[in-house]
């Protein structure tokens, strides 16, 4: 989910493009087909990109299941079917969970959709707010995006808060199964590398792999720019979190709570909402609305959340022993906490920075409500490359970008995974 939600859609939408034996077969049916394929690889594109997401929420409900359950299921006769049946009733907790945070996050999103002209109700909003419509009769209008948004920033922050506070270990699970790890390379392959390759198959030429540098490097290194300071930003979110929640007092971890739900509801509502929302909070502030400043508070706005949760993820590791055990040694001074608990996990730092910085890059929803104007803009570039078909320009953007990006990703999401050992699992 580093990556940006278009590469999906954009990569499988290639083989339905001009002189292709499927954008053949396409164009001599009617216009209507037309139109519901692109609707269709629009809907598998976001399903291909939001997987991740469920896979990852789910993923603490299945370490709940401890080998004896599992055991007793395979003893049951009943068959592979009924066993599953079984399985996805003990987890149907986290499987709505799943399907309601990536509902959540679908609903808010505009890219793809909005480049195959799927009428979703974000879309709408954001149509009114490029023609011009009263601002006010716009954002009463959004009130219900924005109410599903607080609603499932209230539930998660609950949730995670619950958690928090009951410290529990979690059973261990059975073995995977080299099945298991088989499809889950299978369907990272079709949902990353299969749309890069095929970006980098529908190439009419390689020289424009070098020509997209000469005329969109400055946006590169501009995005790339406040990727980096938006990672760090990000990341001092993760470690005031990961002090409050570690404090032990009640009224640090209200605090971490209450910054908990602001930024999941910031994360969840629609971008182009957040976009307008900070053009209109900081446009008659002129070191701020005429430089990079207001993309920089937007994205952390925006992607706040990651850090925050991080925190809660990381403080959840030490359990009640393991801090009152500091406090006695070291009290509550910072120096003893940063030298017992950050020092140790600096790579989970520094990989939530690099996770930050890649949302950041590959940001374009609310980064075209609030980008400069005569300022170079990648994001806005790309929307184009979207929106005109421009299949040259886009293939070679990226071929570099997601090249970049995948490596990006992987570092970050290596690095995030070296906090895994002690303890993450209870979040789940």
């Known amino acids: 989910m580093l990556l940006p939600s278009y590469l999906p859609y954009a990569g499988w939408g290639l083989l339905r493009g001009p002189n292709t034996y499927l954008g053949d077969r396409l164009a001599v049916l009617s216009p209507e087909i037309v139109v519901w394929v692109g609707h269709a690889v629009a809907a598998a594109g976001m399903v291909m990109w939001c997987w991740p997401l469920a896979a990852v929420v789910l993923s603490g409900s299945v370490r709940g299941l401890n080998q004896a359950t599992l055991d007793a299921l395979r003893l049951e006769s009943g068959g592979a079917v009924g066993r599953w049946w079984e399985v996805a009733k003990l987890l149907r907790g986290g499987l709505l969970s799943a399907a309601g945070c990536v509902a959540l996050v679908v609903a808010g999103s505009a890219i793809p959709l909005h480049v195959s002209q799927v009428p979703t109700y974000a879309i709408e909003l954001w149509k009114a707010m490029q023609l011009g419509h009263d601002a006010r009769a716009v954002w009463v209008a959004s009130a219900p995006l924005l109410g599903v948004a607080a609603v499932g920033a209230w539930v998660i922050a609950r949730r995670v808060m619950r958690a928090g506070l009951v410290g529990a270990e979690v059973a261990e699970g059975g073995g995977s199964g080299a099945w298991a790890g088989v499809g889950t390379v299978l369907v990272w392959a079709v949902s990353v590398v ?6 980098a198959w529908s190439l009419g030429s390689w020289v424009s792999v070098s020509r997209f540098w000469r005329q969109s490097g400055a946006g590169v290194v501009a995005s790339a720019e406040v990727g980096v300071v938006v990672g760090a930003a990000v990341a001092a979110l993760m470690v005031g979190t990961w002090v409050c929640v570690s404090d032990g007092r009640a009224w640090a971890r209200r605090a971490a709570g209450l910054a908990l739900g602001a930024m999941l509801f910031c994360g969840l509502a629609p971008g182009v909402l957040m976009g307008a929302a900070s053009a209109a909070a900081w446009g008659g502030v002129g070191w701020v609305r005429g430089n990079a400043a207001i993309v920089v508070f937007t994205h952390v706005a925006r992607f706040g959340f990651v850090g925050v949760l991080a925190g809660w993820w990381v ?14 040694d070291a009290g509550r001074a910072a120096g003893g906490w940063w030298a017992t608990r950050v020092i140790p996990d600096w790579a989970v730092v520094v990989g939530v920075a690099v996770c930050a910085g890649a949302l950041s890059f590959h940001e374009i929803e609310s980064t075209v409500m609030v980008a400069p104007p005569g300022r170079q803009n990648l994001a806005q570039q790309m929307l184009d490359m979207l929106h005109y078909a421009r299949d040259e320009q886009l293939s070679a953007a990226a071929v570099n970008l997601l090249g970049i990006g995948v490596l990006v990703g992987l570092a970050g999401a290596g690095l995030v995974g070296r906090g895994r050992g002690r303890g993450a699992g209870r979040m789940g």
């Open 194 to 199: 299969v749309p890069l390759g095929l970006f």
């Open 315 to 328: 403080a959840r590791q030490e359990t009640r022993e393991e801090r009152w055990m500091r406090e006695m």
